[in-house]
């Protein structure tokens, strides 16, 4: 069964809206398989986000992501990766469709409420890096 790393990015923590996330991931009968509230460390943040290591919003990005506490968790089902993308929405939460989790409730690119694996590969590597003892 496929995987996926998902996180509530700080500011969906703050703005109250984790019940509101979850909810919509159960309804979907994505299976919640590890979950915690922690808050990142800069170390953790770069080796999550290395892709975009050269991009101008990096430094951003990292000061954002370790803001404060996240809900990371991993989510299993039949091609999870996408099926969670689907529900996020475009990166750009102006560009993403209502009924999206950053299309109802985001307006701005960078606090756009939620982070999901863009590949089978990513997720693999992304699991690692925050759950390394599951299984
Ligand atoms: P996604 O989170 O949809 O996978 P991404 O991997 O391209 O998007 O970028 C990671 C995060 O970086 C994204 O959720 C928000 C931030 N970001 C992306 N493009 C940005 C930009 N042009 N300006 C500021 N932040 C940006
Ligand atoms: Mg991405």
Do not use: C, W
């Not at 979950?35 to 101008?56: C, F, I, V």
């Not at 756009?112 to 690692?128: F, P, Q």
């Amino acid at each position: 069964m496929e995987r996926t790393l998902v996180l509530i990015k700080p500011d969906g923590v703050a703005r109250n809206l984790v019940g509101e996330i979850l909810t919509r991931i159960e309804r979907k009968g994505l299976r919640i398989v590890a979950m915690e509230l922690r808050t990142l460390d800069e170390g953790t943040a770069k080796t999550h986000y290395e892709e975009h290591a050269s991009r101008p919003f990096f430094p951003s990005l990292v000061e954002f992501i370790t803001s404060g506490p996240l809900i990371a968790m991993v989510l299993e089902g039949e091609r999870s990766v996408e099926a969670f993308r689907a529900l996020a929405g475009a990166t750009d939460p102006v560009a993403a469709g209502p009924g999206t989790i950053r299309g109802d409730f985001a307006l701005e690119v960078q606090a756009n409420l939620v982070h999901g694996s863009d590949s089978t590969y990513s997720a693999e590597r992304e699991i690692k890096l925050f759950f390394p003892d599951l299984g």
